[in-house]
């Protein structure tokens, strides 16, 4: 995919990343497509924090792809650092022709680079394809995750 670079989101981007999110399966029921207040508010908290980087995959100018990188420390592990990515998403008419596989590649080598000692991620149990593609990258299902809707 020579045609995409990735790069820090700006507010700029932030309507075609939230149509990214909301073009989705499961996205469609939670997310909208208008930016509004809590979409400012996320954008410019994950902004200015250092640990968190909302990349996009840009092609020309149209926004292709976006995931968030966030970087968290620990003490397990030694005092690790761990790279977790969510909300990754390529734009539904690029799926299935290896721009998901360039975004991961992209971001396991920054946190490589940073001296992170793992990459994690969550993913839906539903999303059986997305299961796939992860374990042919190298994840493994070791963990079963839980969260506690607020």
Known sequence: MTDVIFREAV????????????????GKARDFIEVDEAYEKAFADIDADPRNHLVVADAGGELVGC????????LGRHGAERSLI???????????????????????????????ALVQLTTDKTRTDA???????????????????L
């Open 86 to 116: 969510e909300a990754v998403r390529v734009r539904s008419d690029r799926r299935g022709r290896g721009l998901g596989r360039e975004m991961m590649t992209w971001a396991i080598d920054r946190a490589r680079e940073r001296g992170c």
């Open 131 to 149: 299961h796939r593609f992860y374990r042919n990258l190298g994840f493994a299902a070791s963990h079963e995750g839980m969260k506690l809707a």
């Open 67 to 74: 995931m968030q990188i966030t970087y968290l420390p620990g």
């Open 11 to 26: 507010r700029a981007d932030l309507p075609a990343i939230i149509a990214l999110l909301a073009d989705d399966v499961l």
